[in-house]
Structures are given as C-alpha cells and as structure tokens.
C-alpha cells in the first residue's frame, strides 16, 4: 500500500520559516519524481514544485520560486520542502503527490500575525 | 502554460443516474492525466490513472477516457458515496495544473 506522510505543518507569522517533510512508503520512492501541492481554505489545488528522481531537476511555480526550497533523500524515503519569507496567502493545507501513485493526508501551514 | 477546463462546476443527479463529466486541455497532453475525489477535508483520492486505467480498489463503476486533448470521467449508477468534488490533473509537463473541480451533489 502507497503511503505519503506529510509532518511539519503549523502556525508561524508572516515572515517566517517551516519545513515540511513527507515520508513514503510502499513503493519505490527513489524511482519517482515527486511533487508538492498546496489548496488554500475553500480553494482549488495549486501543484507547487517537483524534484526528479536524482534530484537532478527541479521546478517551482512562479508564486513560490525563490521563497520555497524542495529536496530529497532517497536513503529514508522522505521529500522536503523548506518555506522562507512566508506570507498570508501560503496558508494552505500541503500536500506531498506523486500523479498516478498516490497522495499525502497532508498538512495545514498557517500565516498570521 | 497548458490550461485545463473541467466542466460542469456542479452537477447534481439522482442515485443510479450515469453522470459524466469533461477535461479539456489546451493543447495534446497525451494521456498523462488522472482523476480524483475529494470529500471535505480529505485528501485527494485517486480514481483513474493515465487517463483510463482504475486505480485498485476503486468500484467499477468508475471509469476514464480520452486522449491528447479531451477527457471524460463517468460514473455509472451514482451512489450516494458518492457526493464529493472531482477533478482532472494533467502533469504531462511543468507546471502541472488541475482542473477547476466538479462539486457533484446527490438530488
């Protein structure tokens, strides 16, 4: 069974700083790129940043491009995502994805002052 | 960017009906599509995968098709299970974007 576990979440003003992890399980982690995605209270889902397998490739969306950092370690099976200059409107719930294996229950950032 | 328009937004039926519902992308993304449900406050599921295949454990009555540009989800003979909002990732390439949503409401 494919599992994607999200830690990291909480409450930090704007500003500030989380790191996000997500441990997988059930099937071949390192052979995957992986990709975070995020869904604002009440919104649509916004995919956010994928890491390829070796970490050779990374992309972000232009709305966190500069600001979020996402790495990997194959050897524990975990994805990152280090969120610096948090604003307001990054309060979401993240979630950690791989299209066509599975999603996280993910994890809820909130912004505020 | 490759864009996605789901179609409805909302859509309410009886249980047993067939209910369908559509993504079109901008331009040919093969078949690097899925399909999910949401119910509130849950994580997205997966339901069909490269656009046709079930993932295991999905009830049958659950199906996708489609290539390059248009797509369609259908569930046959609707339970009440059901309810929840649906909608269509394409990560043919980057960025990824989804679809609008489905909010499928039971009459």
């Known amino acids: 069974e494919v599992r994607l576990i999200e830690s990291g979440g909480g409450l930090v003003k704007p500003g500030g700083s989380l790191r996000l992890s997500c441990e997988a399980s059930g099937f071949s982690f390192s052979g995957y790129s992986m990709n975070w995605v995020r869904q604002a209270p009440g919104k649509g889902l916004e995919w956010l940043s994928s890491i390829s397998s070796s970490s050779s490739y990374i992309y972000y969306a232009d709305s966190v491009r500069g600001r979020f950092t996402i790495s990997r370690d194959n050897a524990k099976n975990s994805l990152f995502l280090q969120m610096d200059s948090l604003r307001v409107e990054d309060t979401a719930v993240y979630y950690c994805a791989r299209p066509s294996v599975g999603w996280g229950q993910g994890t809820l950032v909130t912004v505020s002052s | 960017d490759i864009q996605m328009t789901q179609s409805p937004s909302s859509l309410s039926a009886s249980v047993g009906d067939r209910v369908t519902i559509t993504c079109q992308a901008s331009q040919d993304i093969s078949n690097f599509l899925d399909w999910y449900q949401q119910k509130p406050g849950r994580a997205p599921k997966l339901l069909i995968k490269?656009?046709?295949n079930l993932e295991t454990g999905v009830p049958s009555r659950f199906s996708g098709s489609g290539s390059g540009t248009d797509f369609t989800l259908t569930i046959n003979s609707l339970q009440p299970e059901d309810i929840a909002t649906y909608f269509c990732l394409r990560y043919d390439d980057f960025p990824y974007t989804f679809g609008q949503g489905t909010k499928l409401e039971i009459k």
């Open positions: 490269t656009a046709s």
